[in-house]
């Protein structure tokens, strides 16, 4: 089946630092997300991508959907304590029956 | 608006049992979908309902079943538990029918079969 490889499964940075993380896949999909998760909750949506090429932010976060459509990228500028958390990447399948496939998150540490 | 409410929130469940968990959607939403989350597989994609009809199937065995009421509420069954099942369980709603980008995510309940 689909699969989705996010990088990386782990980060530890200081407060202010930028971070990436990305996710690839053999597959095309015809939508990425990036949903952030705290612990005990549900993940929440922080950007959709709809179109190869699209650079999309939202806040000090920005994701681009890849050119390949196989791909997408989050960057996270100037990390703050509250960004800790586990992010994931999610990709929509094209045609049929939609389901998203998600990436195994990356966890987030920030040291103030 | 209220969110999504998972209940219950913790489940210990034995070998061989059978576990029913609830979701209730935002008021409004119709359609409720169903993941489930561990460390080694990560997020996967059960089943959507939407108008009391399952829309979409992720690759999961016959024992995970689901259901939908009139007023959108949703439970899913498994039957039969195994050790690997033991699993956050999520569901979230959406307005439409395969709106994953609109989606809202309850809180989950965390099933630890023994």
């Known amino acids: 089946g689909q699969q989705l490889n996010q990088s990386p499964q782990s980060m530890f940075i200081q407060e202010g630092e930028d971070v990436s993380m990305n996710c690839t896949s053999s597959?095309?999909?015809?939508?990425w997300l990036w949903y952030k998760q705290d612990p005990g909750e549900g993940p929440v949506l922080l950007i959709a991508?709809?179109?190869?090429?699209e650079l999309t932010s939202n806040g000090r976060l920005t994701a681009q959907f890849g050119i390949t459509r196989k791909d997408s990228f989050l960057n996270i500028s100037a990390s703050i304590p509250s960004d800790v958390g586990i992010y994931f990447c999610?990709?929509?399948?094209?045609?049929?029956?939609?389901?998203?496939?998600f990436g195994k998150g990356t966890k987030l540490t920030v040291n103030p | 608006k209220a969110g999504v409410t998972q209940t219950p929130r913790y489940l210990i469940k034995t070998r061989g049992q059978q576990v029913t968990l609830s979701c209730s959607p935002i008021?409004?939403?119709?359609?409720v979908s169903w993941y489930q989350q561990t460390p080694g597989q990560g997020l996967q994609f059960l089943f959507e309902y939407f108008s009391e009809t399952q829309r979409n199937k992720g690759n999961f065995p016959g024992r995970f079943s689901g259901r939908q009421f009139s007023n959108s509420r949703s439970e899913m069954n498994v039957s039969t538990l195994e050790l690997g099942d033991s699993a956050l369980y999520l569901c979230?709603?959406?307005?439409?029918?395969?709106?994953?980008?609109?989606?809202?995510f309850g809180p989950g309940t965390r099933l630890t079969v023994l």
């Open positions: 999610a990709g929509l399948t094209q045609g049929g029956s939609e389901k998203l496939v």
């Open positions: 597959s095309i999909f015809n939508t």
């Open positions: 979230a709603s959406s307005l439409g029918l395969a709106r994953f980008n609109e989606q809202f």
């Open positions: 991508l709809y179109k190869a090429g």
């Open positions: 008021s409004g939403h119709r359609s």
